[in-house]
Nanobody, 118 residues
Framework: QVQLVESGGGLVQAGGSLRLSCAASGSIFNINVMGWYRQAPGKQRELVATITRGGILNYSDSVKGRFTISRDNAKNTLYLQMNSLKPEDTAVYYC????????????WGQGTQVTVSS
């Protein structure tokens, strides 16, 4: 089992910045990919950014150039630095970790609210 705990959400004005953190614990040695997803009211959950065990980064087009995903292996913590925030970035942000053994096994955090005011 893997436990993920997010922190760092809040209310910010458009153009501002926030940094989300995700502390991972448990059987994290199996994890292949960690990432951030978000879900706005009335919309499906969507990928924001991922980072593989080897350090390969992937971003959605909507956040590319504004958000940066990173991790601190010593602290078992994943980060999402969000700059130039827009009202459309408002959503609940979820930390995700998964691994493959015959199939994908996903773990999710409880989510943290990010609200960007115009």
């Amino acid at each position: 089992q893997v436990q993920l705990v997010e922190s760092g959400g809040g209310l910010v004005q458009a153009g501002g910045s926030l940094r989300l953190s995700c502390a991972a614990s448990g059987s994290i040695f199996n994890i292949n990919v960690m990432g951030w997803y978000r879900q706005a009211p009335g919309k499906q959950r969507e990928l924001v950014a991922t980072i593989t065990r080897g350090g390969i980064l992937n971003y959605s087009d909507s956040v590319k150039g504004r958000f940066t995903i990173s991790r601190d292996n010593a602290k078992n913590t994943l980060y999402l630095q969000m700059n130039s925030l827009k009202p459309e970035d408002t959503a609940v942000y979820y930390c995700n970790a998964y691994y493959f053994i015959n199939r994908r096994y996903d773990y999710w955090g409880q989510g943290t609210q990010v609200t960007v005011s115009s």
